[in-house]
């Protein structure tokens, strides 16, 4: 599979996340900020692989799965660009947490890991009698990529971030969404995620803040590197 057809421009974006209900909302994410993006998950080019987040913030771990997926893809793949998120729920009457431990919030035992539900129970539970609910969830999206150019190729390395505030419900409302979602009300809407269709929520998340934010500055990437970006559909 060639990761760039430079004919066309288009753009190989390979995402780096085990997570299949992020690739749902970040392929059309992507995919409606430019036809030149091409984005495929990890199952779809054959590769099963969990990377162990060990560092202590999102932005941290947000790199260490973007390079992960960079260097073991980058001899298959010479030209692509592996993008990471990694997004916490942040309480403030639970100074940050769970943050860059949402994934494992709920106590479990060893080798278990816990559901969305386990976790959102547990926040419930911890939240119980706590009358300041206010939350905030952030993403942070790393790139790492290798891009050809008309002075040759180029590596480059980025991230961005996008934050919503809201509160945590009393109780989980709405059925859509995944994670916290039935239990994050946004502020601006008085809804939760949950409530809001992937279209809405997409409208609005940190998840498509965030990717905003890379896009501005992919953009600035490729200018600085004279890439001719010749789709007349192109919205980048
Ligand atoms: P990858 O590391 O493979 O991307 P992950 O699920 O471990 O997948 P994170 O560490 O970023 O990813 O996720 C933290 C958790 O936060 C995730 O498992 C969900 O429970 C929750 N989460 C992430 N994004 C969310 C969203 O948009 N809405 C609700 N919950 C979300």
Same mark, same amino acid.
């Given at each position: 599979m060639p990761m760039t057809d430079t004919a066309r421009n288009q753009i190989t974006i390979i995402?780096? &996340? =085990? #997570?299949c209900d992020k690739v749902r909302e970040l392929r059309p994410l992507l995919e409606n900020i430019s036809p030149l993006f091409r984005v495929f998950a990890l199952h779809e080019i054959g590769t099963d692989v969990e990377i162990e /987040? &060990? /560092?202590? &913030?999102l932005e941290g771990n947000a790199l260490l799965k973007a390079r992960a997926i960079f260097d073991l893809l980058a001899e298959r793949f010479p030209f692509m660009i592996a993008l990471a998120d990694d997004t916490g729920l942040e309480v403030e009457s639970l100074n940050g $947490?769970? =943050?860059?431990y949402s994934a494992r919030y709920a106590p479990m035992h060893a080798g278990e890991s816990p559901t969305y539900k386990d976790n959102v129970n547990h926040l419930l539970h911890s939240m119980? *009698?706590? $009358? #300041?609910r206010t939350a905030r969830f952030r993403s942070v999206l790393a790139l790492k990529g290798s891009l050809p150019s008309l002075q040759g190729p180029f590596l480059f390395e980025e991230t961005a971030d996008g934050v919503v505030h809201g509160s945590i419900t009393l109780e989980p409302k709405g059925?859509? *969404?995944? =994670?916290y979602d039935p239990v994050f009300l946004v502020d601006s809407t008085g809804k939760t995620y949950s409530e809001m269709s992937m279209a809405e929520k997409n409208a609005l998340s940190h998840r498509s803040l965030a990717v905003q934010q890379a896009i501005v500055a992919l953009k600035d990437i490729l200018a600085g590197h004279s890439i001719p970006l010749t789709d007349t559909n192109a919205s980048l």
């Open positions: 995402l780096a &996340t =085990g #997570n /987040e &060990t /560092e202590a &913030t $947490a769970p =943050g860059v119980n *009698g706590i $009358a #300041n059925d859509a *969404g995944f =994670g």
